[in-house]
């Protein structure tokens, strides 16, 4: 019965696969999962050919799209999306870390005017394995274990 799945199949939605198993609740979280009113499953620590043990998350009725997306790639690189229709894959995306980082990460240095005022947090993407992010207003580099997301 190599066939069954280890999450049930959902009707239309978004599959979200390939997380690394660890990372699983952090998705959960940066999205906000947790308040919504559409049906969610997920499983982790399940086999994967490709990571060993993986993460899926399955949202029924969603779409995730712009920094959602972002998001997700910060936390989880290799990951992808598979967009459902009527219980059938119709798309299958990779997230991408962007080239720019605008909003979702915290900077790094407590002096940055980003933490001391109301100002947007931007980021050029030095390195996207490991994360660098350099920011546009103190120049410090925001590095992959110090990733902070809003
Ligand atoms: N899936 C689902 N509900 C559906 C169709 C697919 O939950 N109605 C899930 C599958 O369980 C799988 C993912 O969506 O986790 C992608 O489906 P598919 O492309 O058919 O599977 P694979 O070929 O195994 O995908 P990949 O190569 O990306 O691992
Ligand atoms: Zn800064």
């Given at each position: 019965?190599?066939?069954?799945?280890?999450?049930?199949?959902?009707?239309?939605?978004?599959?979200?696969?390939?997380?690394?198993?660890?990372?699983?609740?952090?998705?959960?979280n940066i999205l906000g999962?947790?308040n919504s009113t559409d049906m969610i499953t997920f499983?982790?620590?399940?086999?994967?050919?490709?990571?060993?043990?993986?993460?899926?998350?399955?949202?029924?009725?969603?779409?995730?799209?712009?920094?959602?997306?972002?998001?997700?790639?910060?936390?989880?690189?290799?990951?992808?999306?598979?967009?459902?229709?009527?219980?059938?894959?119709?798309?299958?995306?990779?997230?991408?870390?962007?080239?720019?980082?605008?909003?979702?990460?915290?900077?790094?240095?407590?002096?940055?005017?980003?933490?001391?005022?109301?100002?947007?947090?931007?980021?050029?993407?030095?390195?996207?394995?490991?994360?660098?992010?350099?920011?546009?207003?103190?120049?410090?580099?925001?590095?992959?274990?110090?990733?902070?997301?809003?």
């Amino acid at each position: 019965m190599d066939k069954a799945l280890q999450v049930s199949a959902i009707k239309e939605g978004t599959v979200i696969d390939h997380l690394p198993a660890e990372r699983l609740f952090d998705v959960i979280n940066i999205l906000g999962l947790y308040n919504s009113t559409d049906m969610i499953t997920f499983g982790t620590n399940l086999d994967s050919k490709r990571l060993g043990k993986k993460g899926i998350i399955k949202v029924a009725n969603r779409h995730f799209e712009g920094k959602e997306i972002d998001k997700i790639a910060l936390i989880a690189p290799h990951a992808n999306l598979n967009i459902i229709k009527n219980y059938e894959v119709v798309e299958k995306r990779l997230v991408e870390i962007p080239e720019e980082i605008i909003s979702i990460v915290k900077c790094f240095n407590p002096k940055c005017i980003t933490n001391n005022e109301n100002v947007e947090t931007r980021f050029q993407v030095i390195c996207k394995s490991p994360i660098e992010l350099k920011c546009f207003f103190c120049e410090k580099i925001t590095h992959e274990k110090e990733v902070v997301i809003t």
